[in-house]
């Protein structure tokens, strides 16, 4: 399956809040949508003419997001989000290269990720794609990929 990479859309909020909360549930066993506020619209989040939201979508279907988020001097993936029926298809991968692709035409020298130690797959996944590890906070753990 190859999906569609494209620029989030205001008609898109419902379907990506929607499976972004539907992974965060899955994850943590509930949900607690007071604790998103970025998710309330994604536009005026992540679409400010800085930072990036995109989604994957498949047969009409939005199955996957990411943010990007533009820091100084390095790009930071959020709301990496794929629907459990697509996982393991290339959605993930697809999004990345997007990602990928956003930061280098900004000219940063790396992408970071966020995510929890305990999110093995989510480990797995960046590390097979060049991210390595370089720190920790109390929650997560953070990893980098040189785009040099």
């Known amino acids: 399956m190859t999906p569609v990479i494209r620029r989030f859309r205001p008609s898109d909020q419902l379907a990506a809040r929607a499976l972004v909360e539907a992974a965060l549930g899955e994850h943590f066993g509930h949900l607690d949508r007071e604790a998103n506020p970025d998710l309330v619209s994604i536009q005026s989040s992540y679409e400010n003419g800085v930072h990036a939201f995109f ?57 970071v990720v966020h995510t929890q130690p305990e999110w093995s797959d989510a480990l797995a996944f960046y590390q097979s794609h060049g991210f390595e590890l370089f720190g920790r906070d109390d929650i997560d753990v953070h990893l980098r990929r040189q785009l040099g």
């Open 55 to 111: 989604v994957a979508e498949h047969d009409g279907e939005i199955v996957g997001t990411t943010a990007v988020l533009v820091e100084v001097e390095r790009c930071r993936l959020a709301r990496v989000a794929v629907a459990r029926e697509h996982r393991r298809t290339g959605v993930a991968t697809a999004l990345l290269s997007k990602a990928v692709e956003f930061a280098r035409e900004r000219g940063v020298p790396e992408l």
